[in-house]
Nanobody, 118 residues
Framework: VQLQASGGGLVQAGGSLRLSCAASARSFNSYTMGWFRQAPGKEREFVAAMRWGDGSTNYADSVAGRFTISRDSTKNTLYLQMNSLKPEDTALYYC????????????WGQGTQVTVSS
């Protein structure tokens, strides 16, 4: 599994960005795909995840209602729509994948930087 994240940038507080994660694998139906982020000096934290097969999702409390995870199965691409961005959302964002039957995200893409100015 190979993952390639893109779409980061600089945005003012209250603005929006959409991150993309292009994924390559034979099939993602058995995988759960997720977004994580890491701010300077902080540990990496979970943002959102989606079971590719049935589309079920879950979110960190800090982003619920503002961020939306989605997928385009025809393009094997995962998205993270981020609205009402806050300065505390500033971080390096990573996409990741794991088998839905497993517990650990094994596959990671490179990060894409999101910076939210106040």
């Amino acid at each position: 599994v190979q993952l390639q994240a893109s779409g980061g940038g600089l945005v003012q507080a209250g603005g929006s960005l959409r991150l993309s994660c292009a994924a390559s694998a034979r099939s993602f139906n058995s995988y759960t795909m997720g977004w994580f982020r890491q701010a300077p000096g902080k540990e990496r934290e979970f943002v959102a995840a989606m079971r590719w097969g049935d589309g079920s999702t879950n979110y960190a409390d800090s982003v619920a209602g503002r961020f939306t995870i989605s997928r385009d199965s025809t393009k094997n691409t995962l998205y993270l729509q981020m609205n009402s961005l806050k300065p505390e959302d500033t971080a390096l964002y990573y996409c990741a994948a794991r088998l839905s039957s497993g517990n650990h995200f094994r596959y990671w893409g490179q990060g894409t930087q999101v910076t939210v100015s106040s």
